[in-house]
C-alpha cells in the first residue's frame, strides 16, 4: 500500500487515506500524555525543506518530528544558499547526499515537491506545492471531521473560497470525495476553476445553496494582499456574500462544524465570533495536524526506495 | 481418478489447511484454569493488592489481563485497574524497507507512579516486547515495582528478561509460530494457544 512519497491526495487509495487516519488516530493519544516523546525515529534525520515561508505548517511537522525523536534540520529560503541562486534540484541533491531519512518540501511551484522527489533517494513529503495540493493538511481535515461526525462517508462538505488558487481546497476535494463524501465548492465566479465538476463536486455560486444541508462547512482563506480587486470587488462584498457567519450558517444543519485551514482573515471569510468557539473546530484542526503529520512521519521516514538503489528509474 | 492412490505425497498444506491444522496446545479450558492460578501467585506475592495495575500488551494480552482483573475479584475482592500499552512505537526492529506495522491502542486510565504493574502478554518469547512495553511504561511515570505475567513461554530468550507468572512452558523450534486465538479469527470467544510449525504459515514453503 502507502507509496514511499506523499505527494498529493489525487494519488492516494481509500485505503492509504484510512490507513494514516487510524495511524493518526493512534498517535493521538501521545499527545495526551506527560511525556509525548517516543524513540521510534531516534537517529533519523527529517529535513524541512521550505521554499515559501510557512509557520504554521513547519512548526507542525518540526513538533511531529521531534516527538518521534528524529532530528529536524530546518532549511530555509532565507538561511540557505538560495539567495545564491543555486538551482532547486542541486540544492535538493546536496541535502540527498547527507542522507536524510525523508525530506518535506514546500515551494510556490507546483509539482517541484514531485520533480525533488524523482531525483532524490529519501522519501519527500509535500508540506504545499503552488496551488497544486498540500495532503497532509487535507488528512488532518479529515481526521479532524472523522472525529468529529463519527465518519466521513455520506457527509456532506461545502468549501467555500477561493477554489481556484487553493491547494488545501484541491486536497479536500480528492480527500472528501474518495472517503465517500459528497463535495460543494462555492464562491465568486472568478474563483471556481472552470470544469471543476469534471472532478466530482457540484459548483455553487450561491453560499446558500451550497450551505444547504452542509455537515461540514469549510472557508478558506482570502489572500488579501494578492486578489483584492482582481477576483472580487471588495473585501467588503466579499464578506457579506460569501463570509461565514452564525446567520449563514443557519442554512447548513443544525450540527454542522466549521472549518479553516488558517491563518483566519477575521471578518472576511469567517465572522470574529466565529473563529475561536463552537462550531468552529479550528484549534482541533491544529492539534490534529501534529498527530497526522507523526501519523505520515511514522509511515514513510526511513523507507527506502523499493528495490533499493537499482530500482531507480 | 483411479491412479490416486499412486500419486506422490501431497504437496505440504496451503496456509490456510496449516492454520486449520495447528497444534493446540492450550484450550480454553486450560487457559481459565492457568488464569485462576496466576491470579491466586499474584495475590500470594503482592501484599498491597491496591497498587497493583494490570497492562496488557496488545492483542492478546488485552482479553488475560481482563480475565485476571476478574479473577482477582473473585478471589481477593480486590478492583484492579486495567490498562492497554501498545508497544509499537518503542519496538527495535522498525526496518527501513517495507510497510511499518499498525499502531494499536494504548488505554492508560491510571497514574503509574508507586504502583506494582503487571505486564501482560500472550506469548513471551525474545523479551524485545517486554524490553519494549517497560520503556513505554516509564515514560508513564515511575512504578513501584514491575511484574510480568505470560500465557506461554515458548523460550528463545535473546535479552535478560523474567517472567514472573507463566501460564505454561512450551518448547518450540525457532521458527514455530506460537498464537493466541479467538473464535474466527478475533480474540472473542473460546480461547485457545496454537502452535503453528515452521513453514507451514508460509504455504510450507519449507
Known amino acids: 500500500m502507502i507509496a514511499r512519497d506523499l505527494i498529493a491526495v489525487e494519488d492516494l487509495e481509500r485505503a492509504d487515506l484510512e490507513r494514516i487516519l487510524e495511524t493518526a488516530e493512534r498517535m493521538q493519544e501521545l499527545g495526551r500524555r506527560t511525556v509525548k516523546k517516543v524513540p521510534t525515529l531516534r537517529g533519523r534525520t527529517i529535513v524541512l525543506l521550505f521554499f515559501e515561508p510557512s509557520t504554521r505548517t513547519r512548526t507542525s511537522f518540526e513538533i511531529a518530528g521531534k516527538r518521534l525523536s528524529a532530528d529536524m534540520i530546518n532549511f530555509s529560503t532565507s538561511s540557505s544558499s538560495l539567495s545564491k541562486h543555486e538551482s532547486i534540484l542541486d540544492t535538493a541533491r546536496t541535502l540527498d547526499a547527507m542522507q536524510p531519512d525523508a525530506v518535506v518540501v514546500r515551494h510556490s511551484v ?200 537499482e530500482g531507480r528509474a | 481418478m483411479a491412479n490416486d492412490y499412486a500419486q506422490p505425497p501431497a504437496p505440504p498444506p496451503s496456509a490456510s489447511e496449516a492454520a486449520a491444522s495447528a497444534n493446540v496446545v492450550l484450550d480454553d479450558t486450560g487457559i481459565r484454569r492457568a488464569l485462576m492460578r496466576i491470579a491466586h501467585e499474584i495475590v500470594e506475592r503482592n501484599q498491597d493488592l491496591g497498587r497493583l495495575y494490570l497492562v496488557a500488551v496488545p492483542n492478546g494480552g488485552v482479553p488475560l489481563a481482563r480475565q485476571l482483573a476478574e479473577n482477582l475479584r473473585q478471589i481477593a475482592d480486590a478492583d484492579v485497574t486495567v490498562g492497554i500499552l501498545d508497544t509499537t512505537l518503542y519496538r527495535d526492529d522498525l526496518i527501513s524497507r517495507g510497510e511499518r506495522p499498525r499502531l494499536r491502542r494504548t488505554e492508560m486510565p491510571s497514574v503509574v507512579d508507586d504502583r506494582i504493574v503487571v505486564l501482560v502478554d500472550d506469548v513471551a518469547s525474545t523479551g524485545r516486547t517486554i524490553r519494549a512495553a517497560m520503556d513505554a511504561l516509564m515514560d508513564f511515570g515511575r512504578p513501584r515495582a514491575v511484574q510480568v505475567v505470560a500465557l506461554v513461554d515458548r523460550g528463545h530468550r535473546e535479552l535478560p528478561i523474567k517472567i514472573d507468572y507463566v501460564g505454561k512452558n512450551i518448547p518450540t523450534r525457532t521458527g514455530d509460530s506460537v498464537q493466541l486465538r479467538g473464535e474466527d479469527g478475533g480474540l472473542e470467544g473460546p480461547l485457545r494457544v496454537v502452535v503453528v510449525p515452521a513453514g507451514a504459515a508460509e504455504g510450507g514453503a519449507a
Not at chain 1, 461545502?158 to 491547494?167: L, M, N, Q
Not at chain 1, 465566479?189 to 472552470?194: F, G, K, R
Open chain 1, 110 to 309: 507546483a509539482g517541484v515537491p514531485k520533480r525533488i522527489a524523482d531525483v532524490l533517494d529519501s522519501p519527500v513529503i509535500n508540506a504545499g506545492d503552488g496551488a497544486h495540493e498540500h495532503p497532509t493538511q487535507a488528512l488532518l481535515d479529515l481526521l479532524t471531521v472523522q472525529q468529529e461526525k463519527g465518519r466521513i462517508d455520506g457527509l456532506t462538505v461545502a468549501i467555500v473560497g477561493d477554489i481556484v488558487h487553493s491547494r488545501v481546497a484541491r486536497s479536500n476535494i480528492y480527500g472528501f470525495l474518495k472517503m465517500g463524501a459528497e463535495v460543494r465548492v462555492a464562491g465568486p465566479p472568478t474563483m471556481l476553476p472552470a470544469a471543476i465538476e469534471t472532478l466530482g463536486v457540484k459548483a455553487f455560486t450561491s453560499l446558500r445553496e451550497a450551505l444547504d444541508g452542509a455537515d461540514v462547512v469549510m472557508a478558506l482563506r482570502i489572500q488579501l494582499e494578492r486578489l483584492a480587486g482582481a477576483l472580487f470587488p471588495s473585501i467588503r462584498e466579499y464578506a457579506e456574500t460569501f463570509g461565514i457567519s452564525r446567520a449563514t450558517l443557519r442554512y447548513a444543519k443544525d450540527d454542522a462544524i466549521v472549518m479553516h485551514p488558517g491563518p483566519v482573515n477575521r471578518g472576511v471569510e469567517l465572522a470574529h465570533d466565529l473563529a475561536d468557539r463552537r462550531p468552529s473546530v479550528i484549534l482541533d484542526q491544529v492539534r490534529n495536524g501534529v498527530a497526522l503529520r507523526m501519523a505520515v512521519l511514522y509511515l514513510l521516514a526511513g523507507r527506502e526506495r523499493a528495490g533499493g538503489a
